[in-house]
């Protein structure tokens, strides 16, 4: 949905005419994240003939779905006619964060990968979206086509995974959002070639030399796959690599994001200049992480791809760093990000706004902080109760909205 809504050059409202809900919890999240007209799917009179097993996953029909399941929904499509104001205003707040999103890299493929049903730039922009899902800030995504309209300039923050192809032009406008003040974060291996696969000088021109890449071996099965829109795409299977622990400079921007910061997937062996800050490095010494000042922006350059943990662990530093405005913090108990818990935050005419989701299977106790200090006169609005501090209980699967006084 992100991604749909962001590649739009205007507002415009998100349909599904035919929505497999899968589980009822997920109903409100969509509407947060922007889906504005839904139809659930489906409720037939009968079972379909030609299909008679599609009722499985109908909300009327499927045993997968108990009566205490069709009561929250029910709830659910209650509190969000009547609280449609305060949903819409989740959405309409701008983001501070984009995600590079590159048709470029997604055409220039090995004709190996043409029927993949998935490949190292997906993965990698599938993992950069779910890292910072739960940092308390909304993410985007931004494509080639509206970086050279000039759209970075709504943005603090820009992630490039793994794009390895682009043109020269993209790379400029970029380099232009970071000398203006922007902050760019590379992963790898990104800018490599351009549009027509000709290898590019893209990296030594900010000072990084790359030695030699290291990718994941990836065994095809043979197996084809059916996709919702009916295409056909062979499915494979990414062999686990294990997590390697780096070395965080103590006295740069990422201590606090500890020792146990984790590498896995591709490594990159790069040589950098002098004028490169070190912020991690492997166990032999090698960079893993590297900053470069340009302007009045700054670069950070990883020659490694992360655990989803540590890759969250260490955007939230970059948006502590660097200026993402995140005033209202979801905090668990030992005052880190809680695991899994999305939440967003929006001042607009309904009122000071915060919703909750918790994504896992168990309960969570977590804290609000409003700039730094704890949160006082919570109202959730679905139940209409008033909380007397800070602390909150989010029940497993559930969304909550607060406001603010």
Not at 20 to 45: A, C, E, F, T
Not at 86 to 93: H, K, M, P
Not at 237 to 264: C, I, M, S
Not at 274 to 300: C, M, W
């Amino acid at each position: 949905m992100d991604l749909q809504l962001a590649l739009s050059d205007k507002p415009r409202p998100l349909c599904d005419p035919e929505m497999n809900l899968d589980r009822v919890r997920y109903l409100l999240p969509h509407m947060l994240h922007g889906k504005s007209v839904i139809q659930l799917w489906h409720w037939p009179d009968q079972p379909p003939a030609e299909h008679p097993h599609h009722i499985d996953h109908s909300l009327a029909h499927g045993w997968k779905f108990s009566l205490s399941d069709l009561s929250a929904l029910f709830q659910a499509v209650l509190d969000s006619r009547r609280l449609s104001k305060e949903i819409a205003a989740f959405f309409s707040a701008p983001a501070q964060v984009a995600i590079l999103y590159s048709r470029t890299s997604m055409l220039q493929l090995p004709p190996e990968m043409l029927t993949w049903r998935t490949t190292p730039y997906l993965r990698e922009l599938e993992n950069s979206y779910e890292a910072s899902r739960f940092l308390d800030a909304r993410t985007t995504f931004v494509s080639e086509k509206q970086i050279l309209a000039g759209r970075l300039s709504q943005f603090k923050v820009l992630v490039v995974p793994a794009v390895s192809h682009t043109r020269v032009e993209l790379v400029d406008a970029i380099n232009r959002f970071v000398e203006r003040g922007g902050t760019l974060f590379i992963l790898p291996s990104s800018f490599l070639s351009d549009e027509y696969n000709h290898p590019a000088n893209y990296l030594p021109r900010l000072g990084i030399q790359i030695r030699r890449i290291e990718q994941p071996e990836v065994d095809r099965t043979g197996e084809v796959e059916q996709a919702y829109d009916q295409s056909f795409h062979e499915r494979v299977l990414y062999r686990p690599l294990r997590a390697v622990d780096l070395t965080v400079q103590k006295a740069g921007p990422f201590a606090q994001a500890g020792a146990t910061l984790q590498a896995q997937g591709t490594r990159q062996d790069i040589v950098v200049s002098p004028n490169h800050e070190k912020l991690a490095t492997f166990s032999d010494g090698q960079p893993a992480l590297v900053s470069l000042r340009r302007g009045l922006g700054i670069i950070y350059y990883s020659a490694t791809s992360f655990t989803r943990q540590s890759l969250s662990r260490l955007l939230d530093c970059v948006f502590d760093v660097d200026g993402v405005d995140r005033p209202v913090r979801v905090r668990g108990e030992n005052g880190s990000p809680p695991g899994n818990v999305e939440a967003r935050f929006v001042s607009s005419n309904t009122g000071k706004l915060l919703y909750a989701v918790n994504f896992n299977e168990q309960s969570v106790d977590a804290r609000i902080e409003v700039n730094g200090r704890p949160a006082r006169g919570l109202f959730e609005l679905r139940k209409q109760e008033k909380l007397t501090g800070e602390h909150i209980n989010l029940p497993a699967g559930e969304t909550l909205i607060f406001r603010l006084e």
